[in-house]
Nanobody, 115 residues
Framework: QVRLVESGGGLVQAGGSLRLSCAAS????????MVWYRQTPGKQRDLVAS???????NYADSVKGRFTISRDNAKNTVYLQMNSLKSEDTAIYYC?????????WGQGTQVTVSS
């Protein structure tokens, strides 16, 4: 059973940066897209950024110009570089890897931005 392990969350002041990582515990064949979501209490889980197998990216309007998603295909790892963080970026961040034969989620990592 493949698991996704997230790291890099924590507490940061507004204007600061964090880099999230999400690594698969095993090999995932035929990955289609890697995605970061975030969720705050009582709200739905929203897409933050995604990156396709070909490297195409998509971002939520609220993070464009501040966040960058990247991936290491050989390591089945996806990253989220978050700069110029704002208090409204505070949330639990989840990664997701969609593949031909599976759909995998991480356990979530807390990001807290203090103003």
């Amino acid at each position: 059973q493949v698991r996704l392990v997230e790291s890099g969350g924590g507490l940061v002041q507004a204007g600061g940066s964090l880099r999230l990582s999400c690594a698969a515990s095993g090999r995932i064949a035929s990955v289609n897209v890697m995605v970061w979501y975030r969720q705050t209490p009582g709200k739905q889980r929203d897409l933050v950024a995604s990156i396709t197998n070909g490297g195409g990216t998509n971002y939520a309007d609220s993070v464009k110009g501040r966040f960058t998603i990247s991936r290491d295909n050989a390591k089945n790892t996806v990253y989220l570089q978050m700069n110029s963080l704002k208090s409204e970026d505070t949330a639990i961040y989840y990664c997701r890897i969609r593949a031909l034969r599976g759909d995998y989620w991480g356990q979530g990592t807390q990001v807290t931005v203090s103003s």
